[in-house]
């Protein structure tokens, strides 16, 4: 049993819409049948949700409970009972696809489309801040371990 997160979205090209003119359904991440598998599913569902709701698009995303050739839609009370009779799991690499969902036509303009340059070397992780004892001018001061 795996657990995948599927979506589709209006911004999607003609390539991802069945011959009904239906949008089709895109996997997005396959997450392995543990407790830790469905957490990191519906994180995923949450996250696409979140993005795909900044581009202002008609969409949707779900998580799919797959098992050989079964695949169900799994709502948020099935989620709730499964949970509970799933093994803890452990964690592990996902396998994560490209999320596509293009840029719409005219939001960006060309000249703003060229990629920033990067920097010369990784920005630090946590940006030092001032504080009011950095104006202090305190001599060092050593430790005496000797008496």
């Known amino acids: 049993m795996q657990f995948v997160v599927r979506y589709w979205s209006s ?8 011959r009904r003119n239906a949008p089709r359904w895109v996997d997005y991440s396959i997450h392995p049948g543990s ?17 795909m709701d ?16 079964r695949c169900e839609r799994l709502s948020d009370e099935a989620a709730a009972r499964m949970f509970a009779s799933l093994p803890r799991g452990d964690v592990k690499w996902l396998d994560i696809r490209d999320f596509v969902l293009p840029t719409p036509v005219g939001e960006v303009a060309p000249e703003e489309a060229v990629a920033p340059e990067s920097p010369a070397e990784q920005l630090p992780l946590f940006p030092r801040l001032s504080t009011p004892y950095d ?4 001599p060092p001061r050593l430790i005496d371990i000797d008496t």
């Not at 469905?38 to 696409?48: E, I, K, P, Q, T």
């Not at 104006?135 to 305190?138: E, L, Q, R, V, W």
């Open 11 to 18: 911004l999607l090209p003609r390539d991802f819409v069945d």
């Open 35 to 51: 407790k830790i598998g469905l957490h990191n599913a519906l994180l995923a569902m949450h996250d696409r949700c979140e993005i």
């Open 54 to 69: 900044a581009h202002g698009c008609r969409f949707e995303c779900a998580v799919f409970v797959v098992e050989g050739e």
């Open 135 to 138: 104006a202090i001018d305190d």
